[in-house]
Antibody, heavy 125, light 112 residues
Framework: QVQLQESGPGLVKPSETLSLTCTVSGGSISGDYWTWVRQPPGMGLEWIAYINYNGDTNYNPSIKSRGTISVDTSNNQFSLRLTSVTAADTATYYC???????????????????WGRGTTVTVSS | DIVMTQSPLSLPVTPGEPASISCRSSQSLLRSNGYNYLDWYLQKPGQSPQVLIFLGSNRASGVPDRFSGSGSGSDFTLKISRVEAEDVGIYFCMQVQQAPRTFGQGTKVEIK
């Protein structure tokens, strides 16, 4: 059974770069889609970005080109890098797998079927 | 961005009784293939979210059949036929129709 585990710095200073890693165990990172979602304290969920097995990426415009999502197949990990962080980036960050569901009449759909436990990041000087 | 609006935002429930959550989208989530591009997730206290429903009405693997999703276009409902104590938490709908994926504000379900 696939499991995900986020790792990160916990505390980042404003204007610096946040780097998060999600380690995939119990399965291969190849052949699937992977995503990051965050949740500011006491608030709702915000989708950040995803990457697929071809290396294609998609980002939420809300992060204004500050984000980079990447996959490291040799270590079965994927990562999120967020530059120029501010207090607004303070959140619990979740990584998740986007499971592919083949539609009967062609095409496919992806939904988040496995989530990590989340890692809390605080942006503060 | 597509705006997702849930109601109510707080829902006190009685174990054994049914419960219902509404989710409305600012644009239609129905594609020409006939599918509604909407998921439902539950975040239990202190846990990460877990998927309940995808494509508007498909129960994810392992989800009890007391959970059901319905609706089409811009109006969706998540129903719990008989609430159990373990169902407490925050329920989110999320649209997959258009990037970026966006979530509703969440509905907090608590036992009365």
């Amino acid at each position: 059974q696939v499991q995900l585990q986020e790792s990160g710095p916990g505390l980042v200073k404003p204007s610096e770069t946040l780097s998060l890693t999600c380690t995939v165990s119990g399965g291969s990172i190849s052949g699937d889609y992977w995503t990051w979602v965050r949740q500011p304290p006491g608030m709702g969920l915000e989708w950040i970005a995803y990457i697929n097995y071809n290396g294609d990426t998609n980002y939420n415009p809300s992060i204004k080109s500050r984000g980079t999502i990447s996959v490291d197949t040799s270590n079965n990990q994927f990562s999120l890098r967020l530059t120029s962080v501010t207090a607004a980036d303070t959140a619990t960050y979740y990584c998740a797998r986007l499971l592919e569901w083949r539609l009967p009449r062609g095409g496919h759909y992806h939904y988040m079927d496995v989530w990590g436990r989340g890692t809390t990041v605080t942006v503060s000087s | 961005d597509i705006v997702m609006t849930q109601s109510p935002l707080s829902l006190p429930v009685t174990p054994g009784e049914p419960a219902s959550i509404s989710c409305r989208s600012s644009q239609s989530l129905l594609r020409s293939n006939g599918y509604n591009y909407l998921d439902w997730y539950l975040q239990k206290p202190g846990q990460s979210p877990q998927v309940l429903i995808f494509l508007g009405s498909n129960r994810a693997s392992g989800v009890p059949d007391r959970f059901s999703g319905s609706g089409s276009g811009s109006d969706f409902t998540l129903k719990i036929s008989r609430v159990e104590a373990e169902d407490v938490g925050i329920y989110f709908c999320m649209q997959v129709q258009q990037a970026p994926r966006t979530f509703g504000q969440g509905t907090k379900v608590e036992i009365k």
